[in-house]
C-alpha cells in the first residue's frame, strides 16, 4: 500500500509537459505520494509551443496525467489554470474533462480566512503580452540552456558533486534579469491588492518565491509562486490550519523512499511499536524561498 502525505491543497506550475526539459518521472512520484483536497495546476502544464515545433510525449509524461486524474476520481477537485505555453486550453474555460476544471483564473480561501487570486501570471508580463516573437526565442533559449544544465549535471553527479541550476545562478547575477523578476512580482502583488485579494499565486517565471506582507492598495498582500517542473521541482502546499510553505519536491520524495528502505528493514527486524513505523516527512524550503507562511 502506498504512503501519502494529506494536504489541504496543493499548487504546482509549469509542468512543460511534451518538452524534454520536463521533470516528469519526478513529478509522477511526488503525485504519487501525496493527497489533497485541492490541486491547483497553476499554467503550462503541456508545452504546446514545443509540441508544434516537435513532437515529444514520452511514456513518463502519461504517468503524470494518470496521477493528476487517479486524484481526481479519488475525490481531489482538480482547478487547471492555462499558461501562455497552453494559452489554446483557455477557449474551454468553464469546462470539466475528466474531473479537471478548465479555468482562467481562480480564487482559494486558506483554512484560516485568507483568499488568494490564483494565475499564471503571463498576462502580467510585458514581454508575453507585447512582444511575442522574443517571448518565444526566449523560451527557445532557455529550453537550450536546460538541455545543457542536465548533461552538465550529469556529469557533476558522476563526480560526487550535487545538483547545480545555471539558470537560477544567472538570474540571481544578472541585474536586469533580477529588476524583471522584481517588477513581475510587484505587478501581481499591486493586481491581487487592487482586486481586494490578501494574496496571489502564481508561476510563469520558474523561480520559488515566498513574500510576505506587501502593502498595496491599504492591504497587506502575499507572494507565492510555486516554482516549476523543469528545474527546481518545487510546489506550494496547504496545511489543515491554512499555513502555506513551498516544498523541495525531490527532497520529499527521497525522504519517503529512505523511510521505506527504513521500515522493511525493521519489518525485517525486532517489530517496531506502531507509532514509530511511519513519520512525516520533514519539509525542505527551497532556497529560493524567503520562509514559510505561518
Same mark, same amino acid.
Given at each position: 500500500? $502506498?504512503?501519502?502525505?494529506?494536504?489541504?491543497? /496543493?499548487?504546482?506550475?509549469?509542468?512543460?509537459? #511534451?518538452?524534454?526539459?520536463?521533470?516528469?518521472? @519526478?513529478?509522477?512520484?511526488?503525485l504519487?505520494?501525496?493527497?489533497?483536497?485541492?490541486?491547483?495546476?497553476?499554467g503550462d502544464?503541456?508545452?504546446? %509551443?514545443?509540441?508544434?515545433?516537435?513532437?515529444?510525449?514520452?511514456?513518463? =509524461?502519461?504517468?503524470?496525467?494518470?496521477?493528476?486524474l487517479?486524484?481526481?476520481?479519488?475525490?481531489?477537485?482538480v482547478?487547471?489554470?492555462p499558461?501562455?505555453?497552453?494559452?489554446?486550453a483557455?477557449q474551454?474555460?468553464?469546462?470539466?474533462? #475528466?474531473g479537471?476544471?478548465?479555468?482562467?483564473?481562480?480564487?482559494?480561501? !486558506?483554512?484560516?480566512?485568507?483568499?488568494?487570486?490564483? !494565475?499564471?501570471?503571463?498576462?502580467?508580463d510585458?514581454? *508575453?503580452? =507585447?512582444?511575442?516573437?522574443?517571448?518565444?526565442?526566449?523560451? %527557445?533559449?532557455?529550453?537550450?540552456?536546460?538541455?545543457?544544465?542536465?548533461r552538465?549535471?550529469?556529469?557533476?553527479?558522476?563526480? #560526487?558533486?550535487?545538483? %547545480?541550476s545555471l539558470?537560477?545562478?544567472?538570474?540571481?547575477?544578472?541585474k536586469k534579469?533580477? $529588476?524583471?523578476?522584481?517588477?513581475?512580482?510587484?505587478t501581481? /502583488?499591486?493586481?491581487?491588492?487592487?482586486r481586494?485579494?490578501?494574496?496571489?499565486?502564481?508561476?510563469h517565471?520558474?523561480?520559488?518565491?515566498?513574500?510576505?506582507? $506587501?502593502?498595496?492598495?491599504?492591504r497587506s498582500?502575499?507572494?507565492?509562486?510555486?516554482? @516549476?517542473?523543469?528545474?527546481?521541482?518545487?510546489?506550494?502546499?496547504? =496545511?489543515?490550519d491554512?499555513?502555506?510553505q513551498?516544498?523541495?519536491g525531490?527532497?520529499?520524495?527521497?525522504?519517503f523512499?529512505?523511510?521505506?528502505?527504513?521500515?522493511?528493514?525493521a519489518?525485517?527486524?525486532?517489530?517496531?511499536?506502531?507509532?514509530?513505523?511511519?513519520?512525516?516527512?520533514? *519539509?525542505?524550503? !527551497?532556497?529560493?524561498?524567503k520562509g $514559510?507562511?505561518?
Amino acid at each position: 500500500m $502506498t504512503m501519502r502525505l494529506k494536504y489541504r491543497a /496543493i499548487f504546482i506550475s509549469d509542468l512543460h509537459l #511534451g518538452s524534454s526539459g520536463s521533470r516528469a518521472a @519526478d513529478l509522477a512520484s511526488f503525485l504519487k505520494r501525496v493527497d489533497c483536497e485541492h490541486l491547483y495546476l497553476v499554467g503550462d502544464v503541456i508545452d504546446m %509551443w514545443r509540441l508544434k515545433q516537435r513532437w515529444y510525449w514520452p511514456e513518463k =509524461h502519461n504517468r503524470v496525467i494518470g496521477r493528476i486524474l487517479k486524484l481526481a476520481k479519488r475525490g481531489t477537485r482538480v482547478t487547471f489554470i492555462p499558461g501562455n505555453h497552453d494559452e489554446h486550453a483557455r477557449q474551454y474555460a468553464g469546462l470539466n474533462f #475528466g474531473g479537471v476544471e478548465v479555468k482562467r483564473e481562480a480564487s482559494h480561501l !486558506t483554512a484560516d480566512g485568507r483568499r488568494l487570486l490564483i !494565475t499564471h501570471g503571463d498576462q502580467f508580463d510585458l514581454v *508575453v503580452k =507585447h512582444a511575442r516573437l522574443l517571448s518565444v526565442l526566449g523560451s %527557445w533559449a532557455y529550453d537550450t540552456m536546460v538541455v545543457f544544465n542536465t548533461r552538465l549535471n550529469w556529469v557533476r553527479q558522476k563526480l #560526487g558533486m550535487n545538483y %547545480w541550476s545555471l539558470s537560477n545562478f544567472l538570474k540571481a547575477k544578472v541585474k536586469k534579469a533580477c $529588476t524583471y523578476i522584481a517588477q513581475f512580482e510587484d505587478t501581481l /502583488i499591486d493586481e491581487a491588492g487592487r482586486r481586494g485579494f490578501d494574496g496571489v499565486v502564481c508561476g510563469h517565471i520558474h523561480k520559488a518565491e515566498i513574500r510576505r506582507g $506587501t502593502p498595496s492598495h491599504q492591504r497587506s498582500v502575499d507572494y507565492f509562486n510555486c516554482g @516549476d517542473w523543469v528545474e527546481s521541482c518545487t510546489a506550494l502546499v496547504e =496545511h489543515d490550519d491554512g499555513t502555506l510553505q513551498l516544498i523541495d519536491g525531490i527532497a520529499f520524495v527521497e525522504q519517503f523512499r529512505e523511510q521505506r528502505r527504513e521500515l522493511r528493514e525493521a519489518l525485517e527486524g525486532p517489530p517496531l511499536p506502531r507509532e514509530a513505523r511511519f513519520r512525516e516527512p520533514s *519539509v525542505i524550503p !527551497t532556497p529560493a524561498s524567503k520562509g $514559510t507562511d505561518a
